[in-house]
């Protein structure tokens, strides 16, 4: 009998979770220093993967990420730093042939009075068009997974006047699949985009000896989100450390925080 039950489940439950066929070639950010009343002109490069024609509608959003993984897409105009409004799009929906690359393109109009300095975006959706489908002409419901890209536009306007600001809300590690992970929560509370580097420098407590330096990935940092700097620090001992963790942007600003760092053997 309950066989037969898990029989009837799956019966009613196929799953084709088929990935998107369309790929964007040029990058998801997007940035541009930019003056008041001026034009500036970009694309998006993408290519149909698949053997098969592919629909895909391209619209704006506004984008908010945090540390704790949460990402927000909202209606364009929703966040008071967006520049939705400034970007226009050559086409809302297009059609690619089986492998075939083409180029969507915009035009971004800033204001002639922009109202203070820093940066200011939004995101274009670039997102494949899947129909909902009978799984091979039998019951239940073919579901397919559709893979959206969100290409940010950022534009920083007077940015000589305006400087990210870096806060560190967050130390702790964490072991996963083995390994000694540090993770650091910085949010940049500046009005300015930035790309940051986390470094840990740790030392002996008893002697002062550099033990050594250890550094996580550059990530992008847009005003008034968080996110998450992980170093693995599988290589220190199990002990109580000296350290100090500076974060420094691609421009040299740099912002540290002294730490007392205890490696677990756990």
């Not at 203070?116 to 091979?136: A, L």
């Given at each position: 009998?309950?066989?037969?039950?898990?029989?009837?489940?799956?019966?009613?439950?196929?799953f084709?979770?088929?990935?998107?066929s369309?790929?964007?070639?040029?990058?998801?950010?997007?940035?541009?220093?930019?003056?008041?009343?001026?034009?500036?002109?970009?694309?998006?490069?993408?290519?149909?993967?698949?053997?098969?024609?592919?629909?895909?509608?391209?619209?704006?959003?506004?984008?908010?990420?945090?540390?704790?993984?949460?990402?927000?897409?909202?209606?364009?105009?929703?966040?008071?730093?967006?520049?939705?409004?400034?970007?226009?799009?050559?086409?809302?929906?297009?059609?690619?042939?089986?492998?075939?690359?083409?180029?969507?393109?915009?035009?971004?109009?800033?204001?002639?009075?922009?109202?203070?300095?820093?940066?200011?975006?939004?995101?274009?959706?670039?997102?494949?068009?899947?129909?909902?489908?009978?799984?091979?002409?039998?019951d239940?419901?073919?579901?397919?997974?559709?893979?959206?890209?969100?290409?940010?536009?950022?534009?920083?306007?007077?940015?000589?006047?305006?400087?990210?600001?870096?806060?560190?809300?967050?130390?702790?590690?964490?072991k996963?699949?083995?390994?000694?992970?540090?993770?650091?929560?910085?949010?940049?509370?500046?009005?300015?985009?930035?790309?940051?580097?986390?470094?840990?420098?740790i030392?002996?407590?008893?002697?002062?000896?550099?033990?050594g330096?250890?550094?996580?990935?550059?990530?992008?940092?847009?005003?008034?989100?968080?996110?998450?700097?992980?170093?693995?620090?599988?290589?220190?001992?199990?002990?109580?450390y000296?350290?100090?963790?500076?974060?420094?942007?691609?421009?040299?600003?740099?912002?540290?925080?002294?730490?007392?760092?205890?490696?677990?053997?756990?």
């Amino acid at each position: 009998m309950i066989k037969r039950i898990f029989f009837f489940l799956f019966f009613i439950l196929q799953f084709d979770l088929s990935q998107a066929s369309i790929v964007v070639l040029n990058g998801l950010t997007h940035n541009y220093k930019v003056e008041n009343g001026q034009v500036y002109k970009g694309k998006i490069a993408i290519e149909n993967t698949d053997n098969i024609p592919q629909n895909v509608k391209i619209f704006l959003q506004d984008f908010m990420y945090q540390a704790d993984g949460s990402i927000n897409y909202s209606a364009p105009n929703t966040n008071i730093k967006t520049n939705a409004d400034w970007i226009k799009l050559n086409t809302n929906m297009i059609t690619l042939k089986a492998r075939e690359k083409t180029e969507i393109y915009y035009e971004i109009t800033v204001p002639n009075k922009v109202s203070q300095p820093g940066s200011y975006w939004s995101v274009i959706i670039v997102e494949p068009v899947e129909d909902i489908k009978p799984f091979d002409n039998k019951d239940g419901v073919n579901i397919t997974s559709v893979i959206r890209y969100a290409v940010q536009v950022i534009t920083d306007y007077d940015s000589e006047k305006a400087k990210p600001n870096l806060k560190f809300e967050g130390v702790k590690i964490d072991k996963e699949e083995g390994r000694q992970i540090l993770k650091i929560t910085i949010a940049n509370t500046g009005e300015l985009y930035c790309k940051p580097t986390a470094v840990i420098e740790i030392y002996n407590r008893k002697n002062g000896h550099k033990i050594g330096n250890f550094s996580s990935q550059a990530m992008g940092l847009l005003p008034t989100t968080s996110k998450s700097f992980q170093i693995d620090i599988s290589k220190i001992p199990p002990d109580k450390y000296n350290s100090v963790i500076i974060a420094t942007d691609e421009d040299e600003n740099a912002f540290a925080l002294n730490v007392e760092l205890e490696v677990k053997n756990d």
